[in-house]
């Protein structure tokens, strides 16, 4: 890592790019969900359709910051240990795989059922069609789900932060917050 992205381990912070990569996933699940929940309620027609297109990109940009955030985190990006006795550890480490793995199944199925459906992209690109058409609504169903499980349990690690920071006022938040960060 440079001088830029070091940090101080005095200073207990993420280096900015994964606090970058953290955000843009963060931001895109808050998008994509109620994207996803209501764009069919719309009447079909050219806004439907972009609304859908901008799902679908934002599921791209989304599955590669979650790429580059795991590769980052496994070779890279800093690693900051929570103390052994903090209570609910294991819970804290447990959700995090959880979330790795839920986010990986959203954007693994959302990938195929663009793919299975063939998806046009703004009417600018269309994405091959392949495999079974008559796949699309069983990998509608999982994504769906998967989604839902997502959504619910990064409203839960969300929660947790707020309680780390308001309840307990350690300093958990604070480190995963954008903000000035000391040039080591």
């Known amino acids: 890592m440079d001088a830029v992205t070091r940090l101080d381990s005095t200073t207990g912070r993420y280096d900015r790019f994964t606090l970058g990569l953290h955000w843009t996933v963060a931001s895109t699940t808050l998008l994509l969900w109620p994207l996803g929940q209501f764009t069919d309620s719309l009447p079909k027609g050219p806004i439907r359709a972009n609304v859908w297109s901008l799902h679908f990109v934002l599921g791209f940009?989304?599955?590669g910051a979650l790429v580059a955030l795991f590769v980052w985190r496994q070779t890279g990006g800093r690693q900051l240990a929570v103390p052994e006795t903090e209570p609910f550890h294991l819970l804290a480490k447990s959700v995090h795989v959880l979330l790795y793995v839920l986010a990986v199944c959203v954007a693994v199925l959302g990938i195929a059922n663009a793919f299975v459906r063939g998806v046009s992209l703004f009417d600018l690109v269309r994405l091959p069609q392949l495999g079974d058409r008559e796949w699309r609504h069983q990998l509608t169903d999982l994504h769906g789900l998967a989604a839902h499980c997502l959504a619910i349990l990064a409203l839960f690690h969300a929660a947790a932060a707020?309680?780390?920071?308001?309840?307990?006022?350690?300093?958990?938040?604070?480190?995963?917050?954008?903000?000035?960060v000391s040039r080591g």
């Open 61 to 63: 940009v989304f599955a």
């Open 162 to 180: 707020l309680v780390h920071h308001y309840l307990w006022h350690d300093q958990v938040l604070r480190r995963m917050l954008p903000g000035r």
